[in-house]
T-cell receptor, first 111, second 111 residues
Framework: GEDVEQSLFLSVREGDSSVINCTYT??????LYWYKQEPGAGLQLLTY?????DMKQDQRLTVLLNKKDKHLSLRIADTQTGDSAIYFC???????????FGGGTRVLVKP | DTAVSQTPKYLVTQMGNDKSIKCEQN?????MYWYKQDSKKFLKIMFS???????INETVPNRFSPKSPDKAHLNLHINSLELGDSAVYFC??????????FGSGTRLTVV
């Protein structure tokens, strides 16, 4: 079955880069996603990458995918206090019927 | 303007009661979902509907009954509420290979 793992917590200083890591087990995953959840809010889609790509950049966000190691990362450049949130990675199964989420990484940005 | 809207936002009720959560999307998506987020922020899929047809029922107790009157609506009815049902319930929708769009969640507290 699918399993997605993330580290629980990341602390970073304002202006530095943040790197959030994720590992997954389903080699047939088609798309991998990064979502952001602020306190009391829903999930906001940040970016996603197709499984045959190894990198995607979108403004301050860079996604790296190592398909061989089933490792996904999200780098946030010039981290701001507004980036403090929980970040979830998720994989989409081959049938496209569901997303399986990691447990979330709580990012705290210190001034 | 809201893409995926859920009502109510908060729901406090006693054990044993029956309650419903409504979800509507105005994105024209074919597929809708219910996810449960527990107190540790772990997100797990409950149901998936494609064009009013049940696709996924992820071992959810049959006290939970989703209903999709049309492809823009997916409601969740819960019978005989238990303390362990306390969580945040998220509705989402998707189309094709794009990311899921989530509602802002319904915080259910069973007392």
């Amino acid at each position: 079955g699918e399993d997605v793992e993330q580290s629980l917590f990341l602390s970073v200083r304002e202006g530095d880069s943040s790197v959030i890591n994720c590992t997954y087990t389903d080699s047939s995953s088609t798309y991998l996603y990064w979502y952001k959840q602020e306190p009391g809010a829903g999930l906001q889609l940040l970016t996603y990458i197709f499984s045959n790509m190894d990198m995607k950049q979108d403004q301050r966000l860079t996604v790296l995918l190592n398909k061989k190691d089933k490792h996904l990362s999200l780098r946030i450049a010039d981290t701001q206090t507004g980036d403090s949130a929980i970040y979830f990675c998720a994989e989409r199964d081959a049938a496209g019927n569901k997303l399986t989420f990691g447990g979330g990484t709580r990012v705290l940005v210190k001034p | 303007d809201t893409a995926v809207s859920q009502t109510p936002k908060y729901l406090v009720t006693q054990m044993g009661n029956d309650k419903s959560i409504k979800c509507e999307q105005n994105l024209g998506h074919d597929t809708m979902y219910w996810y449960k987020q527990d107190s540790k922020k772990f997100l797990k899929i409950m149901f998936s509907y494609n064009n009013k047809e049940l696709i996924i029922n992820e071992t959810v107790p049959n006290r939970f009954s989703p209903k999709s009157p049309d492809k823009a609506h997916l409601n969740l009815h819960i019978n005989s509420l238990e303390l362990g049902d306390s969580a945040v319930y998220f509705c989402a929708s998707s189309q094709g290979r794009g990311g899921y769009t989530f509602g802002s969640g319904t915080r259910l507290t069973v007392v």
